[in-house]
């Protein structure tokens, strides 16, 4: 496994290297989007409200899952390639309880205030119980899916990208399936589709399971070790990614209070479609970033200075190129987007094809700054990748909505993200343009 991440890349290798998590990233916003589709055909509009007003709960295990998934996998990758083995397996052991152990606090505390935290989320009357009994459901078996992330990342650092790509898709495919066979032929509501969304956890959790306590494989399950300064850096360098989806899930909470203020529900349902979009098409980037980051954390503990820079540089042109492509997809997709979540709902449709057009300028940024942050939690610099991702998801997000909304109002609202990934780039090319100057330093010496 550390031969395959220690061999030197060409562009193309990269790409296929990569291309497992990339589909599995995509593959698993897609089922996401599923999700919402069936709600929205089938439930109606103030379902799809109802699972976005929840969404800041779930992102909670997604930030725990994400922050030890990107941040131990660049601890552990990094003692892969120091040759430090042994001390790997049991890190990654460590790590993975530790998660655990963090999503059943979550879990319990959420459960017990579950009332009092989605009247804090901005349900109403008419959307309370349908809020509760969905995000009940998901929390009462929220650790899976904090399993499953964790694996993720790690499935890469083991040289078995396919693996989890096999087991994610899978895992779609069975969520898919239910969420038609719960929603439409049972009609179990909108709980029929955290069913079809749990049973959609089960698969590369378990999975995992079993992969990672075989002895077989170089990366496994070790007797556990608590490293305090281990789990401190773990937590440090997936921190930008915990920032990430915590930022998230109060920009979200913030969107729905705005489109409930500005235009009721339905505005609440536009940009419930919208944001679906956007897990889509950012998945590509997030997937690139994470099939690289064990390539970049490895060369990096070996200190391959030299070669780093060739693979920063590669990685920053593929982003550029795509994100071309991904403006393109979502501007010219606008109304296929709002033919899927709001055939019926003519006022929903109008919201959603002029946001999705307003919102679609993001994508000429986002992979520039999603990897950028990326690199640096690979460069186990936690504080760099957090500073980038704090800035993109929570505060110059707040700073777009309190510039643009009160003169442009709705549109407002739609416009604050592209502002918000405008104002990245700058950061991100400030902290870049430092690290390739740090590498090309070491190279010389």
Same mark, same amino acid.
């Given at each position: ?12 290798? @990269? *790409? %296929? $290297? &990569?291309?497992? /998590?990339?589909?599995?990233?995509? #593959?698993? !916003? ?107 459901? @998901? *929390? %009462? $078996? &929220?650790?899976? /899916?904090?399993?499953?992330?964790? #694996?993720? !990342? ?33 009609q179990m509501g909108i709980t ?69 203020? @500005? ?13 679906? !979009? ?10 690139f970033s994470i099939g690289v ?153």
């Amino acid at each position: 496994m550390s031969q395959s991440l220690a061999r030197t890349f060409t562009p193309k290798q @990269l *790409l %296929l $290297f &990569a291309l497992p /998590s990339i589909i599995m990233m995509m #593959f698993l !916003s897609l089922y996401t989007i599923v999700d919402g589709f069936f709600v929205a055909r089938f439930v109606g509009a103030d379902a799809l409200s109802a699972v976005n007003i929840t969404y800041p709960i779930i992102s909670l295990f997604f930030a725990v899952g994400v922050m030890f998934s990107t941040g131990g996998s660049a601890v552990v990758s990094k003692l892969m390639g120091e040759g430090n083995i042994e001390e790997a397996r049991s890190s990654f052991s460590f790590l993975t309880i530790s998660a655990l152990v963090l999503s059943l606090v979550i879990q319990i505390s959420s459960l017990v205030f579950l009332d009092e935290i989605v009247s804090f989320l901005g349900a109403d009357e008419a959307l309370f119980s349908m809020c509760v009994d969905y995000i009940r459901i @998901l *929390l %009462l $078996f &929220a650790p899976f /899916s904090v399993l499953q992330t964790v #694996f993720q !990342s790690f499935f890469v650092a083991a040289g078995k990208p396919r693996l989890g790509l096999i087991l994610t898709i899978s895992a779609g495919l069975i969520n898919m399936i239910l969420d038609y066979v719960f929603i439409v032929p049972l009609q179990m509501g909108i709980t029929g589709a955290a069913w079809a969304t749990i049973c959609g956890y089960f698969l590369p959790s378990i999975g995992g399971l079993f992969f990672f306590f075989s002895k077989k494989e170089t990366l496994h399950f070790g007797r556990p070790v608590f490293r305090l300064r281990q789990l401190l850096q773990a937590m440090s360098n997936g921190s930008s990614e915990m920032v990430t989806n915590l930022s998230t899930s109060v920009t979200t909470l913030l969107f729905n209070l705005l489109m409930m203020y @500005l235009v009721g529900s339905h505005g609440v349902a536009a940009i419930t479609a919208v944001l679906y !979009s956007q897990f889509l098409l950012t998945a590509l980037f997030l997937g690139f970033s994470i099939g690289v980051a064990p390539i970049i954390s490895f060369h990096f503990g070996a200190k391959h200075w030299g070669y780093l820079l060739k693979l920063q540089r590669t990685c920053f042109l593929f982003v550029a190129a795509t994100s071309l492509l991904m403006f393109a997809a979502a501007f010219f997709g606008a109304e296929l987007l709002a033919v899927a979540f709001a055939k019926d709902e003519p006022e929903v449709y109008a919201f959603i094809v002029r946001g999705m057009r307003l919102f679609s300028l993001s994508f000429l940024l986002v992979g520039i700054n999603i990897f950028s942050s990326a690199l640096f939690t690979a460069l186990s610099d936690g504080k760099t990748s957090a500073a980038i991702s704090f800035g993109r998801t929570f505060l110059f997000i707040l700073l777009g909505m309190a510039l643009l909304v009160p003169p442009l109002q709705v549109d407002g609202v739609w416009l604050s993200i592209p502002f918000a990934e405008l104002a990245t780039l700058f950061v991100s090319f400030l902290f870049v343009r430092k690290n390739t100057r740090f590498l090309h330093q070491r190279e010389v010496e």
